[in-house]
Every structure is written in C-alpha cells, then in structure tokens.
C-alpha cells in the first residue's frame, strides 16, 4: 500500500470511530474507580463513555487501544500553528503524552489511576498543514505497582517518523 492508500485507510479509520464516540465530557469517578484501564478505555472506543474534551479541541481521535498498547490518530492544520508557520511542538507533545499515557492506563486494575510524572520528547521533523494524518503509538516499556513507563513515535502514511517520547508515570490509588 502506498502513503496516499495508507492515508485514506486513516481517514476512513477516522471518520468511523468519529461517528462511534459519545459527546465530549468526564467519566464520573465510580466509573473510572470500577473499571480496568482497558475497560475504560475501551469503553470510550465503544462509545459508552465520553472522549476527553481535550481531544476534541486538537481535532484527536483514538483509533485502537489493547493493553499495553494505544493508538492515536491527529490531522495538524493551521490551527495548530505557532508564530512562525509550523506546528506547535506541543500539539505533537501532547498527541505523544495521550497515547503513551493512554498506553500505561491500559495495564492498571480497578481502582487505580495514573499521571505523568515525566515526558521527554525528542521533535524529529517539523509537522505542517501539508503533512496529512499522523498517528501517535503508545507501548508500555514497564508497569508497577506505583511506577509506569512507555514509549511512544508519531509517523506519518509514509512511515516517517516526526517525534518520539518517553514517560514515567506515577501509579495510585483513586
């Protein structure tokens, strides 16, 4: 498949998980405290609860989540542009601490949640309104009982890399 097939198959992706998610919101506690990360976050792909609003605002879409795995999926466009006519690089940042985050909630059991303690981003190339569909892939390097660590790279349709991260996230009770 060639990178104009690879990303109409993401838009495509994109456009029916789109049309799966719920509204925009925040998961009450009893349901976040009652649920594995997995089931969570399946449960957002399902559309039984609510995506973060963030995601909406930065036009980001969850596409796959298995455990200790995520995918995410973003379009930058001007929108996202910082003085001198390129993507901000916290668009990117934020796209990579979402899924490697994401990444790390997806191996917790009931009861537990996480926040990022730690993001180191190495910014490869520039991103554009002309680059097209990038997904951002969290995996999970390590969980522990308070320590979660994971990786994660931003690609475009054509396999190239854009930035890179790592996280350190602290676990605990909720």
């Known amino acids: 498949m060639d990178a104009q097939d690879t990303a109409a198959s993401w838009l495509s992706e994109e456009a029916a998980m789109r049309?799966?998610?719920?509204?925009p919101g925040v998961a009450d506690r009893d349901t976040l405290r009652g649920s594995s990360g997995l089931e969570f976050l399946q449960g957002i792909g399902n559309g039984d609860l609510p995506p973060a609003p963030m995601l909406e605002l930065l036009g980001m879409v969850p596409i796959a989540v298995s455990e200790g795995r995520t995918l995410f999926q973003?379009?930058?466009?001007?929108?996202?542009?910082?003085?001198?006519?390129?993507?901000?690089?916290?668009?990117?940042?934020?796209?990579?601490?979402?899924?490697?985050?994401?990444?790390?909630h997806s191996c917790l059991p009931p009861g537990k949640g996480y926040t990022t303690l730690e993001l180191k981003v190495n910014f490869i190339r520039a991103l554009s309104d002309k680059t097209g569909p990038i997904r951002?892939?969290?995996?999970?390097?390590?969980?522990?009982?308070?320590?979660?660590?994971?990786?994660?790279?931003?690609?475009?349709?054509?396999?190239?890399?854009?930035?890179?991260?790592?996280t350190t996230c602290l676990i605990f009770p909720i």
């Open 19 to 23: 049309a799966r998610l719920a509204e």
């Open 74 to 104: 973003g379009r930058p466009g001007a929108q996202h542009f910082n003085p001198s006519g390129s993507v901000h690089g916290g668009y990117a940042a934020t796209l990579l601490d979402t899924a490697v985050g994401c990444a790390v």
């Open 136 to 166: 951002a892939e969290g995996r999970v390097i390590s969980v522990g009982g308070q320590v979660g660590i994971a990786e994660g790279r931003i690609t475009d349709a054509n396999g190239k890399l854009y930035a890179h991260a790592t």
